[in-house]
């Protein structure tokens, strides 16, 4: 599986963004799909998940509220929006993939990752 993530930009505190990663491959519904970011000088951190059929989502509390995220299995692609931007989300957005249509809140529990795109949230 190959994943292409894009959308990403500079945006002012309060601003949005759609992030999106596209999948190669025709059995995309079998995997479970997490965002991922990492700032400057920190480690990766989990961000949000959904399972497979798009029935399930998890989220860091820091963006419950905020972001969402959401699939469409008929174009093996899946979306992270981002509302109500601040500062601190300021990252390298990764997507990445987990075979077993569940997902994981733990970065070394997936199978195939994304280039990143960058956000920026200017105050």
């Known amino acids: 599986v190959q994943l292409q993530a894009s959308g990403g930009g500079l945006v002012q505190a309060g601003g949005s963004l759609r992030l999106s990663c596209a999948a190669s491959?025709?059995?995309?519904?079998?995997?479970?799909m997490g965002w991922f970011r990492q700032a400057p000088g920190k480690e990766r951190e989990f961000v949000a998940a959904?399972?497979?059929?798009?029935?399930?989502?998890y989220y860091v509390d820091s963006v419950k509220g905020r972001f969402a995220i959401s699939r469409d299995n008929a174009k093996s692609t899946v979306y992270l929006q981002m509302n109500s931007l601040k500062p601190e989300d300021t990252a390298i957005y990764y997507c990445?993939?987990?075979?077993?249509?569940?997902?994981?809140?733990?970065?070394?529990?997936?199978?195939?990752w994304g280039q990143g795109t960058q956000v920026t949230v200017s105050s």
């Open positions: 959904i399972s497979g059929n798009g029935g399930s989502t």
């Open positions: 990445a993939a987990k075979y077993g249509s569940h997902w994981s809140l733990n970065p070394g529990g997936y199978d195939y």
């Open positions: 491959g025709r059995t995309f519904s079998m995997y479970g």
